[in-house]
Each structure stands twice: as structure tokens, then as C-alpha cells.
């Protein structure tokens, strides 16, 4: 599914004329402090290049903590606001309440039980 989802991506972001102004944010996590390790997470960064030569700006990180991902976010939100086209790739642990989702960095907590 991981595989459909990235390719799925790229060929979105191929569909349209290079830009500028396009960005796009990776972020992979496959070794944590406190969860099990997620094979692969981190091998979505190898669409970077790919990306780079449809004109995106890439914002990039594997294995990072929320410093690290906070960072990048700044950086990918800040050019996605005049962005022409976006991809978002995320990959890892993820946690749900029942309504929102998040990606797990790599230095959270597992919950309370």
C-alpha cells in the first residue's frame, strides 16, 4: 500500500507543468525510542530526487524528533502558501483517537493504559 500510495503521489505531481513554486514534505520514521521499528519508513526520502527534477522544493526528514519535524514543517508550510502543487508523503507509526491521526516522531511516548 505504502509503495501505491508514493507512486500515486508522484505521478499526481508529474500531471501538471513544473513550478517554482511547488513544495513538497517526506517525512519517514522507522526507529523509535518506544515503539516497535517500522520497516522501510524511511525509504519514501528516495522519491526526493524525483521530485526535485519536477521542480518541487523539498523538505525532507527521516528518524526525526519533533524539533527536527516542527523545523521542516515551518520551512514546507511557509512555501506552500503561493504553492502550485503540494505532496505530502508520510510514513511510519500512527496513532488515531477515533477522529484525527497523527504520525508518531520518533521520541514519543507510548500512552498510559
Known amino acids: 500500500m505504502r509503495g501505491f500510495l ?3 503521489a508522484l505521478v499526481m505531481a508529474m500531471a501538471a507543468p513544473a513550478v517554482a513554486d511547488d513544495a513538497a514534505f517526506l ?24 521530485l526535485k527534477d519536477q521542480g518541487f522544493e523539498i523538505f525532507q526528514l527521516g528518524n526525526g524528533d519533533w524539533t527536527d519535524v516542527r523545523r521542516n514543517l515551518r520551512g514546507f508550510a511557509a512555501e506552500a502558501e503561493d504553492a502550485s502543487r503540494l505532496v505530502v508523503i508520510l510514513a511510519g507509526q500512527f496513532v488515531t483517537d477515533g477522529n484525527q491521526t497523527w504520525l508518531v516522531t520518533k521520541e514519543a511516548r507510548k500512552p498510559a493504559t
Open 27 to 50: 517525512l519517514g520514521v522507522s526507529r523509535y525510542d518506544n515503539y516497535d521499528r517500522v520497516a522501510r519508513a524511511t525509504s519514501i526520502l528516495g522519491s526526493v530526487d524525483d
Open 6 to 8: 508514493t507512486t500515486s
